[in-house]
């Protein structure tokens, strides 16, 4: 059976996530949703919203929300069974590109697949030294002789 993910995160972090993973696997529109959470609503009203878009899907779903403690997080967590819904808080899009691709494992795998994602995704990147850039053949025109990376 295939999870439905639902982001729920800070406007307009989750339907900005949402796009990302649509441009990616845009076959997953229907199984990928998004619910902003707008500065100054009421954390029921948050609340009313994503549970109205959890009874829309009778299987499996994994809640993913931005920060800990906040509350899309804190609104997730009232929605979260252990079972058929799931939460990981952090997300970024590593992790939900991951979740995406995933989506058909059982729950306890496609968490574990999640977390791997997001955290994998985080890395410090060295600058590349100049010395380390394949040099263009003498074989191309001009215009590409002259071609300067920024």
Not at 28 to 35: H, K, Q, S
Not at 114 to 125: H, K, L
Not at 126 to 135: G, K, S, T
Request: proline share 7%; with cysteine.
């Amino acid at each position: 059976m295939t999870t439905h993910i639902l982001i729920i995160a800070h406007a307009p972090l989750a339907h900005a996530l949402r796009e990302c993973a649509l441009h990616v696997f845009p076959e997953c529109e229907d199984e990928v949703l998004a619910l902003d959470v707008p500065p100054n609503e009421p954390p029921e009203e948050t609340q009313a919203a994503a549970q109205a878009m959890l009874d829309q899907h009778a299987g499996p779903v994994l809640l993913l929300t931005d920060v800990f403690g906040a509350t899309p997080c804190n609104v997730a967590q009232r929605l979260t069974d252990g079972q058929r819904v799931r939460l990981i808080c952090g997300v970024n899009l590593p992790m939900l590109l991951r979740s995406v691709c995933y989506r058909r494992e059982e729950m306890e795998s496609l968490v574990s697949r999640a977390m791997a994602g997001g955290t994998q995704g985080v890395m410090q990147v060295a600058p590349a030294a100049p010395q380390n850039q394949v040099r263009m053949s003498s074989s191309t025109n001009d215009q590409e002789k002259h071609h300067h990376q920024q």
